[in-house]
């Protein structure tokens, strides 16, 4: 009856690295820390000097970029932050268009522990995808592959490991 | 180690109305329509004469209004809609601070579909609650009760019913 349907999905990525819980914190906070390990050549567009149209690291702030896909649509990721605690935790949405179009709002808590080891890392994200443009499988593939990017970036960060 | 954790959880309220999709849909554009079945004497303050501190139904709008529990916090509710489909879909985050302190930030996917008998309507709110501030149990509790008083509403707007 209709082309528009809504897929409702959660996926959680669980992660360890010797950093200190501010070390992996600020991996999120500092935008030239972040597009260390969150830019890829293949698909990050740099809008500017730092990479992003918006990095505004604050409760309420949004963090804004653009990026395509080889022979794909462009895509516009929009976040803004709801929780910031120092360290320990981060909770935002955010929003991606494809060439204009709604393609999905998603939550994301993410969770410093501190441990023995190091520090715990878990990411959770709630997604809600529109219409069957975008793939959640493929969300969750490429978002773990940002978070081994992370843990690859802290273990050269930091001398010391026992994880 | 920490006060601090968050609750993930989703859930689905679905109920079925004679109204037509139009009218069920305009239950939630319409501020005059949506307070005769959101609004609560016991826990709504009117914030201005529609009971709404803001009411910007358009993607990237605003729905905000403020509550009180007797003997408990005062609630600020802030919606912010991202997808809108006519007659057919209205997907939108909405956040919650309790006494000035982040609660919860949730999804909510809102879908209607026309049904032989009327409406279907499918809600899906999938929820970060933060620190225990809030029950996630008594947030489904309370949507559940809401949504049964939009199926009153509706029963009595609508002459004919065959559900």
Known sequence: ???????????????TTPASPAQVFAAFADPR???????????????DAEGYLEFDFRVGGHERFGFSMPNGPTF???????????????????????????????LVTIEFVQTAAGTTLTYTEQGAFLDGIDDPAL????????????????????????S
Chains 1, 2 share one sequence.
């Open 1 to 15: 009856m209709s082309d528009h349907f809504v897929t409702h999905v959660t996926f959680t990525i669980r992660r």
């Open 33 to 47: 820390v972040k597009l260390q390990w969150q830019s890829s050549p293949d698909t990050l567009a740099v809008d």
């Open 76 to 106: 516009s990721y929009d976040a803004e932050y709801f929780d910031i605690v120092l360290d320990q935790r981060i909770v935002y949405r955010y929003t991606m268009h494809a060439d204009g179009k709604p393609d999905s709002i998603s």
């Open 139 to 162: 969300r969750e593939e490429g978002t773990t592959d940002l978070l081994d990017n992370l843990v690859r970036y802290l273990s050269s960060y930091t001398p010391t490991s026992s």
